[in-house]
Every structure is written in C-alpha cells, then in structure tokens.
C-alpha cells in the first residue's frame, strides 16, 4: 500500500466535487420534497421496489460489510464468510413480513416509536425512542470510525483522524438536509450503481494480477486455521469454534433482530408503495449478500499470497491487497469505492433520527396546542431538519472520544463495536414481534421486558467484548434478546375462565 497516499488539499477538492455533484442531482430530482410532512419524512410515500431494494441494500453495507468481511475471510477462511454473511443478509428475509405487517396495520404511520405510543403508552414510546436514536447516533459514529482512519493513514498523517470526521459528516448533512428522506434513497442507488461498477473493475483485476482463482482456493481456509478435509470438522472444532463462540453466535443475535431496531427501515416501510414492501426487502437481501461476499475475495487473495499484514491494521486488508497488487489509479478507485459505500450509510441515519424528531418528538412538544393542519405540517419538517446537525455533532463527538479509548486498547478493532450496536437491537426485538402479531401483550410486559433485558444484557455484553471474554458475549446476547421476549410472555394477559 505505499503507493497509495494523496494530499490533503486532493482529498478536500475530492470530496467538495463530490458533494457538489449530489448536491445538484438532489436540487434537480427532489425539488418540493420539503413542502409536507409525508414527502420530507417518506418521500410521498412512493418509492418502487427496485429503487427501495438498491436503496436499503446500500444503507445496510455499514463498516463491517465493506472492512469485516474481507478480514473475517483472510483470517477464519470460508468459515468466517458463512457466520458474516448468512444472518446478516438473512435478516431482511426476517423483517421483510414485519414490515408489510407494520405497514398493513398503519397504513399512514410514520415511526415503529409512534405506533408503541398508539398501542401502549408513552413510556413504551420512551424505550424506543431512545432505543432508535442511540442506534442511529452509534452507528452514525461507527462509520466515521471506519472511514476516518483509512484517510489519515494514506494521507500520512496530512488529514488527521478528526478533520476526516469532520470531512465524512458534512458531505453527507450538506443535501439530506434539502431533501429528507427522498435523498437517501437518491444517493444510495446512484453510490449502489458506483459500487457495482468499481467493484466490477477492481475485484477480477485482482483476482488475475494474484494468479487467478488458484490463490483465492489456496486462501480459502484463512491464515489462522489449516484444512480439516472434512468441512463440518473445520467449521465446528479448533478455530472454527473459535470464531463461532468469539463472533458467529454474538453477531448472529445480533443480525437476527437487523432491521427491526433500526428506525430507518420502518421508517422505509412506509415509505415504499404498499404493495411493494415485502418484495423490496426479499429482493434486498441477495443484493446486500453480493457486497460483503465479493469483497470477501479480497480477503481471501491476501491469504493465499500470503500477503503479511500489521496486525493493527487488519481490518483494511482489502486495501493491502489492491494497492499491493494493482496501479496506483485503481487503488484510487477502490478508496472512492469505500468513501461511497460509508457515506451512503451515513444519510440514512440522518434522515432515520429525521422521522424520530419530526414525528415522535414534534408530537409530544406540541399536544394540546391549537395549530393549524398547515402550521404542523411546517413545524414537523423543520423539526426534523433541525435534528440532522444535532446528530452530526454528536457523532463527531462520539466517534473522536472512542478513536481515543480504543487507542489506549491497541488490538481492538471496529468488529466489537458493531457486535454492541448488535446487542442493543436485540433487547427490543422479540416485544416488537410480539407487539406485531399478538394480541395479548401488556404494556407493563413491554416496558419491564425491555427495560431489564437492556439495564442486565448490555453491561454483560459489553464486559466480554472489553475483555474478550466469551461466555460474556453469548450470556449478554442472550438475556437482551431472550430476557425482554420472556418477560412480555409471562406478563401478557390472562383469559378469565367462566365459573362452571
């Protein structure tokens, strides 16, 4: 990778040309997007299925797909892939009749938040509430933490870790803030054909300069495990139980629950034409599994050529491996591959806290007031416009505060750190499946489960991932999913039986 460095003076011009460009594709496409509440928060309720599945494919290649995948597959081999990819695409076949459920029963909502309001109480409202915009808050700063490093190391230091944040957070506010939701889904499908294109450039090219599919084969197994010849062996004993019990079963918990804590996918429910919202999610799901499995060929070419990497560096093999292999312009390209992949992720968080904002938080700062149809209208908009700087700030700050923590842990990487926003999901996904689909759930049952599955998981989870230590993962995985579930069963309503 020596070869791959630019200034900082390059990568600003760069990123200005960049956002300039969206910034005049969404003033074109999306003009009057801010003229009501319905087209600010959904885009009119109007998105077809095949911009929708682009769109929502993009925005769930967080971080990981882009950096894990290709670091799961150098070191566990195929056995890493199969834990990274399986659920993690799985996840929208999961949520796909949930959300056409959601969608059925509001066919006007706007956030899952707000219906907990309708079906329960404001506390319930509460917990997810705040259960959604730490999500979208902790995701938002994720991705600057993956992003961030990348360009303060290829830049030599020129951009440092903060003005990189700074860079990544603004391109982003600079056109969602126009458009709302409808942006995203602009942007995403644009970044979604850009992906596609590169990737289609730079992945083959790789895979000859190598020495073809033979090296790939030869890493196929990952550096840090050796060929069982019998696959159920490799999988389930030394280090294939190894990346079971340290990732597989922490992440599959955590992907199980995927979309369904994360505000912006019921927030796309509603968004999507009403006949097109169980297939949009189903077609999203192999969309979303060919980007974290092809860049997992990265991986495994880095492996095979027994390509050496700094162990504190792991998590951009993928880079090591392109800028060790090809021209410096396709290397170029790649990075602008990844700087798009992580940007198309950090607009829908931003129009995601949008919904929360300028449906839920509007609606409880002006019940009981006496204001005109129009005068909400307006207020809801802005107050969901006025939440993206609010969210940008806070990830900045969340983002530079843990690049720091984790610089006095060196070894600790961006995987643990998706596993947590894993966990947080999980907490409230079984009352949501339940507040779906049964009829006898209680409002007591919903606060209660969620509210001790999160205040015992959590700690517990975040303890094993601190100190690695995994009966600590798995036990936090399990209480936060299983714990709220189990308390909103044992506390649902009784039947009255008649006295014979």
């Not at 509430?129 to 700063?141: C, G, K, N, P, Y």
């Not at 792991?314 to 292999?325: R, T």
């Amino acid at each position: 990778m020596q070869h791959l460095h630019f200034s900082a003076g390059q990568f600003i011009a760069l990123m200005c040309l960049y956002t300039v460009g969206l910034v005049i594709l969404i003033t074109i496409v999306a003009r009057g997007m801010r003229s009501t509440k319905a087209k600010y928060l959904l885009a009119d309720r109007k998105v077809g299925l095949l911009m929708g599945a682009i769109s929502i494919s993009c925005a769930w290649a967080w971080a990981p797909a882009f950096f894990v995948s290709s670091q799961m597959t150098y070191l566990n081999g195929w056995v890493g892939l199969v834990w990274f990819v399986a659920f993690n695409a799985g996840s929208f076949l999961i949520f796909a009749p949930m959300a056409d459920r959601f969608r059925t029963m509001l066919p006007k909502g706007y956030t899952f938040s707000g219906y907990m309001r309708e079906r329960f109480s404001p506390r319930v409202q509460n917990l997810f509430l705040v259960s959604h915009a730490m999500l979208a808050i902790a995701a938002f700063a994720v991705q600057l933490l993956a992003g961030a490093p990348i360009i303060e190391k290829l830049s030599g230091g020129a951009i440092s870790f903060g003005m990189a944040t700074v860079i990544f957070a603004v391109v982003p506010i600079a056109y969602t803030m126009y458009a709302g939701y409808y942006a995203p889904v602009i942007t995403d499908t644009v970044k979604g054909i850009i992906i596609a294109t590169i990737g289609a450039i730079v992945l083959p090219w790789v895979i000859h300069e190598a020495g073809g599919w033979s090296t790939v084969l030869k890493g196929i197994h990952g550096v840090k495990a050796t060929s069982t010849g019998n696959p159920w062996q490799e999988f389930f004993t030394g280090n294939g139980l190894a990346v079971m019990l340290g990732f597989g079963i922490s992440a599959t918990l955590g992907w199980i629950p995927g979309q369904s804590g994360d505000p912006y996918y019921w927030q796309t429910a509603q968004a999507l034409s009403p006949k097109a919202v169980k297939w949009t999610f189903v077609l999203a799901a192999p969309l979303f599994a060919m980007i974290p499995v092809s860049l997992s060929l990265l991986g495994f070419v880095a492996g095979g050529m027994g390509l050496h990497v700094d162990p504190k560096d792991v998590q951009m093999v993928n880079i090591e491996v392109v800028g060790a292999l090809l021209p410096t312009w396709a290397g170029y390209l790649f990075i602008f591959l990844l700087i798009s992949a992580l940007i198309s992720t950090l607009d829908t968080h931003l129009a995601a806290l949008a919904s929360l904002f300028g449906h839920d938080v509007y609606n409880r700062r002006t019940a009981g007031l006496e204001l005109s149809h129009q005068d909400r209208e307006k207020g809801s908009v802005r107050y969901a416009w006025q939440s993206m700087p609010i969210l940008v700030l806070t990830g900045l700050v969340i983002a530079n505060g843990t690049h720091y923590v984790l610089a006095q842990q060196p070894g600790t990487t961006i995987m643990w750190l998706f596993l947590c926003y894993g966990a947080l999901r999980a907490a409230t996904f079984l009352p949501t499946v339940f507040s779906l689909y049964r009829k006898d759930v209680t409002e007591s049952g919903m606060f209660w489960g969620i509210l001790i599955s999160l205040c015992v998981g959590l700690p517990i989870f975040f303890y094993g991932n601190l100190d690695n230590i995994n009966w600590a993962k798995i036990a936090g995985s399990l209480i936060a999913m299983l714990g709220s579930g189990a308390i909103v069963y044992l506390m649902r309503k009784r039947p009255v039986l008649a006295m014979c």
